[in-house]
């Protein structure tokens, strides 16, 4: 027998962060938006000045991403965890 999930309550953090993982993606992969030798930034050709500044994006958006999955795990909790949680808490209580 299938087991029901309740629907998510978090469908739109997880669409946020799919955008901001995809741009990452786009942004350093997608060849055409950086074949170019000009604009020249302190002598060195668009291509490879253009890449660079993407490592730090990607940081700030990989950060971000993960910031946002830990609070959607966070706020979902599961009735499982929830049990754990208060037999803890009584086991605390008992001693």
Same mark, same amino acid.
């Given at each position: 027998m299938a087991q029901h999930r309740a629907p998510s309550k978090h469908v739109g953090t997880w669409m946020v962060i799919t955008v901001l993982l995809a741009a990452a993606l786009i942004g350093t992969l997608w060849v055409p938006f950086y074949n170019d030798l000009t604009p020249v930034l302190g002598?060195?050709?668009?291509?490879?000045?253009?890449? +660079?500044?993407?490592?730090?994006?990607?940081?700030? +958006?990989? *950060?971000?991403?993960?910031?946002?999955? /830990?609070?959607? @795990? /966070?706020? /979902?909790?599961? *009735?499982?965890?929830?049990?754990? +949680?208060?037999?803890?808490?009584? @086991?605390?209580?008992? /001693?």
């Open positions: 002598g060195f050709p668009f291509f490879y000045w253009y890449q +660079l500044m993407w490592v730090p994006i990607v940081a700030i +958006l990989a *950060a971000a991403a993960y910031l946002l999955s /830990r609070r959607a @795990e /966070r706020g /979902r909790g599961n *009735a499982a965890d929830d049990q754990v +949680l208060e037999q803890d808490e009584q @086991e605390v209580n008992v /001693r």
